[in-house]
């Protein structure tokens, strides 16, 4: 009786579940306003810590969410071997509404117990004054021929918030990743040397104009593949896009904005277009002055992704040494509200995506560093990450369910069988009502 039960059960929770995934919310997009950064679910909430002493230790593949106040020197705590190659970014979120200034931002540095600095980046608002998401990465990459940053033990990662006197004296969220980068094949073929020479004509746009909706962080954000893709964006917003680019792929992308009949006041920083590499590394940004007519901002063009890139000098080459998702985010300054009002414009993005793929260099799975077939029907139908996610569970919880009914209408069956087989004695005792075999059916049916 009490596994006939449990099935039962076990049905009526299959079907909830399904009910429960099915009423998942898809993608949110707020077409009324900006919507609030999307933080990955999935990440721990962690402390930075004044005195490196105190700090508190990232692991592998891992996200985290912190914080950090104006003028404030943050420590994280890494366990690192001699021989992997690790990376941590952090994206910083300002509050919405907030003011920032030229030159505010955030850098990160990875540093060994010497503190011997193994890298460091610098994430800031440049001309673009207004908040948005920032991101920037450390790396302590191992070196043949480098007496710094080799050996294992523990590292600090140190986060420094510069804001000027006039700007919000709010503290701003922070989004912590932490990756080992994949051991290589053959580490003694590999260049080490970046290449000198690469294609920087940019390719004819694509024709054929799509609808795609920008997500609201690196965790939610579209997928998109090769193409012409048309949103939409309101002043204070921040859309975030994805793209798969496998080893030897180029990435071209160009930001439009559409026209207004509200105004023709100039705005010379009113749109900010950045890419991330798959670390969340900073790679490129650019803006786009707006005065109600159309306009486009493109990317500088980007070498094609190799494992030697990172021996370049340049930050944006030097950030094209892996593949996977390169991630693309626009903003739209809340200063466009005071003069073509606070409704959306047309956004569209032209993405192209050039050459053949080429073999990883990695032993294995190579992660979050690299393309796979599941990638690019991602990147395709426009599914994000989480999307994904919820299509997977969903095909998961129907096979569970598909299964239980399965047992269920298998029990029914054996008890309908042994309730015929089950013979009724000829003479039964005066006054004996005839009983359903084992009891009748349990009370769970």
Wanted: proline share 7%; aromatic share 8%.
């Amino acid at each position: 009786m009490n596994r006939q039960r449990n099935r039962g059960r076990v049905t009526l929770a299959t079907i909830a579940t399904v009910c429960a995934v099915a009423a998942l919310p898809g993608q949110a997009h707020a077409a009324d306003g900006p919507a609030a950064y999307a933080f990955d679910p999935s990440a721990e909430t962690v402390r930075g810590a004044e005195s490196n002493a105190d700090a508190e230790e990232l692991k592998p593949g891992s996200v985290y969410k912190s914080s950090i106040e104006q003028g404030q020197k943050l420590y994280y705590r890494l366990e690192l071997d001699d021989r992997t190659d690790a990376y941590v970014s952090a994206v910083a979120v300002p509050k919405a509404g907030g003011k920032v200034a030229y030159g505010d931002g955030i850098t990160i540095s990875m540093r060994d117990l010497d503190d011997n600095q193994c890298s460091s980046e610098d994430a800031d608002f440049e001309s673009a004054e207004f908040p948005r998401p920032i991101a920037a990465y450390a790396h302590r990459t191992v070196e043949k021929d480098s007496t710094t940053c080799g050996a294992g033990g523990t590292y600090n990662v140190l986060i420094e918030r510069e804001s000027k006197a006039t700007s919000s004296p709010d503290a701003w969220d922070l989004e912590l990743r932490f990756e080992n980068e994949p051991a290589l094949k053959d580490k003694k073929s590999m260049p080490t040397e970046a290449p000198e020479n690469w294609p920087s004509a940019s390719p004819t746009p694509p024709a054929g104009k799509q609808k795609r909706s920008g997500g609201s962080g690196f965790y939610d954000a579209t997928s998109l593949e090769t193409g012409e893709w048309a949103d939409t964006i309101v002043p204070g917003q921040t859309r975030f896009y994805r793209v798969p680019v496998d080893w030897g792929q180029q990435i071209f992308a160009t930001a439009a904005l559409s026209n207004s009949g509200r105004s023709t006041e100039y705005l010379g920083n009113a749109l900010a277009l950045a890419l991330a590499n798959p670390a969340r590394g900073h790679v490129d940004d650019a803006t786009l002055s707006y005065s109600g007519t159309p306009n486009s901002v493109a990317l500088d063009p980007l070498p094609p992704v190799a494992y030697e890139n990172r021996y370049d000098s340049g930050a944006d080459v030097s950030a094209m040494r892996f593949a996977g998702w390169y991630y693309l985010s626009v903003t739209l300054s809340p200063e466009v509200a005071e003069h073509y009002g606070d409704g959306a414009l047309g956004l569209t993005l032209k993405v192209k995506v050039v050459n053949d793929s080429k073999a990883s260099p990695y032993q294995g799975d190579a992660g979050i560093f690299g393309v796979t077939d599941d990638d690019r029907d991602m990147a395709k139908s426009g599914r994000s990450a989480p999307e994904a996610g919820e299509s997977a569970t969903m095909k998961m919880v129907a096979a569970a369910g598909i299964g239980a009914g399965s047992v269920l209408v298998l029990g029914l069956g054996a008890w309908t069988l042994l309730a015929r087989r089950r013979t009724v004695p000829a003479a039964a005792p005066p006054g004996a009502g005839g009983q359903p075999p084992f009891g009748g059916p349990p009370q769970a049916w």
